[in-house]
């Protein structure tokens, strides 16, 4: 720290610079301030720098202080300020006692512990999404397997197949497809079961997009069927 001024306003610089090092929600609501400073749209109201609680809440995100989508942070700052039952974001003015306010109820319930997600926690969460992930991707080839049985008799010949195939995976070649389809057809009459084609998408480990998938499913039901409802659930 600079000695120079010395005296009560040394001192009191010192102190003010202490104070910010040890508590950084407080620097926090410091560089929100000087940002309010240097927009010309935002003001002061009784000597305190105020902005709309929208402003406030974008301010807190552009500084890194929080992962929340800004319309969420702004409906609360709103609240926290609740002046004159306004609780419109664009509208409500917010001063540092509503950011206090904030700040004071994060510390009640827990601080930097209230939302944290343990490792192990988060591994899992992933894991579970993927296989959540997997199992629409299943389901929906099974849902295709259907659209591309054109013949209706409950089995994929191999035009069916490979028009499927195609579909999903537009590069594949036709060996490729005969060899994929020559895994799964049965022997006697060399067509293939949905189960057999379940199974051998979980076994090779055939995969595709979510939303792409959904958008051939939709395509090939619209192309069957026109705007009406198939009667058998497609």
């Known amino acids: 720290f600079s000695s120079s001024g010395g005296g009560a306003s040394g001192r009191a610089e010192e102190d003010d610079e202490i104070e910010l090092r040890m508590d950084p929600l407080l ?29 406030g809440a974008e301010l ?10 800004v319309p ?31 700040v004071g109820a994060w510390k ?10 343990r490792e192990s926690i988060a591994l899992w969460a992933g894991l579970w999404a993927l296989a959540q992930e997997r199992s629409l991707e299943v389901e929906l080839l099974g849902k295709l397997y259907a659209l591309f049985d054109t013949s209706g008799d409950g089995w994929l010949q191999y035009g ?30 060399g067509d293939m079961t949905k189960e057999a084609f379940l ?26 069927y026109g705007n009406r409802r198939s009667i058998l659930g497609l």
């Open 27 to 55: 620097l926090l609501w410091r560089n929100i301030e000087n940002q309010i400073t240097l927009n010309s749209n935002l003001g002061k109201s009784h000597g305190e720098s105020t902005c709309t609680a929208t402003r």
């Open 60 to 69: 807190i995100v552009e500084l890194g202080a929080s992962n929340l989508p």
């Open 72 to 102: 969420l942070l702004a409906r609360t700052l709103a609240a926290c300020a609740a002046t004159n039952g306004k609780l419109r974001p664009e509208e409500t003015e917010i001063r540092k006692d509503a950011f206090d306010r904030l």
């Open 108 to 117: 009640v319930f827990g601080g930097e512990t209230s939302a944290v997600c």
């Open 160 to 189: 069916e197949f490979a028009e499927l195939m195609s579909s999903i995976l537009p590069t594949i070649s036709k060996a490729e497809t005969e060899e994929l389809f020559l895994c799964a057809a049965e022997e006697v009459t």
């Open 199 to 224: 199974n051998l998408v979980i076994r090779l480990g055939i995969s595709a997009e979510v939303d792409d998938l959904e958008q051939i499913v939709a395509k090939r039901r619209e192309s069957l």
